[in-house]
């Protein structure tokens, strides 16, 4: 089911900007419950990226009640939300773009997390590498074909997720996660202030993980920090977080940080 301001549909305007320049952001979220879990946490996304992208979308309510629309009577699922600075402009010019679009969709939650969760994944290192830019770094922004590209690139291998490095070679994120390994008690993600998602799930393990045992840390780091790691993991709003068990020549099997977030990321609403 798509929604588009309001109205259900499938059609898009073709001078709409999100299909010209891939002009707005996005968030996906789960459906848990018949609820959306952490919209507030999406909806302050969207907010942040639409501040910096400079698009005057304000009708925050509609989308929120949208949003849980879609999501109600349903076990699980998937809720996509687009917001796009909408229809007219010239060129890259974006005068008399008044109206942003807001685009919704409701689809199935994908089955393979379930496997994921108890199997562990492995990972291959990426080709394609992430351009740094401040700027638009940490924001779910429409422009996705490096990650187009890395997800090509890694269906030509066996592994499940790819391992992505910027363009000066640190550990940013997978292809649609975010990572996270463990050194004892210390726990180690990856910098998103030069390129990068700063996901929902990254953000509230962050914040779990501050009032936790572990110590928490946001790190440039090098793809051979993995090497020291007595365990990896990677999470996004919808796995919500997953065991990796390989990566190259290196095995992990140790679990203690998925089984401390595992059971956190099943709530419905932040704490």
């Known amino acids: 089911?798509?929604?588009?301001?309001?109205?259900?549909?499938q059609w898009l305007a073709a001078s709409d900007r999100a299909t010209q320049f891939g002009d707005g952001c996005f968030t996906t979220a789960r459906i848990l419950d018949g609820q959306i879990q952490f919209l507030d946490l999406h909806l302050q996304r969207l907010r942040l990226a639409c501040e910096r992208l400079l698009i005057p979308?304000?009708?925050?309510?509609?989308?929120?009640?949208?949003?849980a629309q879609?999501?109600?009577?349903?076990?699980?699922?998937?809720?996509?939300?687009?917001?796009?600075?909408?229809?007219g402009g010239r060129g890259y010019g974006s005068a008399g773009c008044e109206s942003p679009t807001r685009m919704l969709s409701v689809s199935p939650a994908p089955a393979h997390y379930a496997r994921w969760r108890e199997q562990g994944v492995t990972l291959a290192l990426s080709e394609v590498r992430l351009g740094?830019?401040?700027?638009?770094?940490?924001?779910?922004?429409?422009?996705?074909l490096e990650q187009v590209?890395?997800?090509?690139?890694?269906?030509?291998?066996?592994?499940?997720?790819?391992?992505?490095?910027?363009?000066?070679?640190?550990?940013?994120?997978?292809?649609?996660?975010?990572?996270?390994?463990?050194?004892?008690?210390?726990?180690?993600?990856?910098?998103?202030?030069?390129?990068?998602?700063?996901?929902?799930?990254?953000q509230y393990c962050l914040r779990q993980l501050a009032t936790s045992a572990f110590r928490v840390v946001e790190v440039n780091a090098r793809p051979q920090a993995?090497?020291?790691?007595?365990?990896?993991?990677?999470?996004?709003?919808?796995?919500?977080?997953?065991?990796?068990?390989?990566?190259?020549?290196?095995?992990?099997?140790?679990?203690?940080?998925?089984?401390?977030l595992a059971p956190l990321c099943e709530r419905i609403h932040p704490l």
Request: hydrophobic share 45%; charged share 25%.
């Open 1 to 9: 089911m798509f929604l588009i301001n309001g109205k259900e549909q």
């Open 57 to 67: 979308f304000q009708d925050w309510e509609t989308l929120a009640q949208e949003m």
């Open 70 to 87: 879609l999501a109600h009577g349903k076990a699980d699922g998937v809720v996509k939300a687009i917001l796009s600075r909408g229809a």
């Open 132 to 144: 740094r830019n401040p700027r638009l770094a940490g924001i779910k922004h429409l422009n996705r």
């Open 149 to 202: 590209l890395i997800r090509a690139g890694l269906e030509e291998t066996t592994a499940d997720e790819a391992l992505v490095l910027d363009s000066d070679g640190w550990l940013v994120e997978c292809c649609a996660a975010n990572l996270f390994w463990r050194k004892g008690d210390e726990v180690f993600t990856p910098r998103v202030d030069n390129a990068g998602v700063n996901g929902i799930m990254r």
């Open 226 to 260: 993995l090497a020291q790691a007595d365990e990896v993991m990677i999470c996004n709003a919808l796995m919500p977080v997953v065991p990796v068990r390989e990566w190259a020549e290196l095995r992990w099997s140790a679990r203690d940080l998925y089984h401390f």
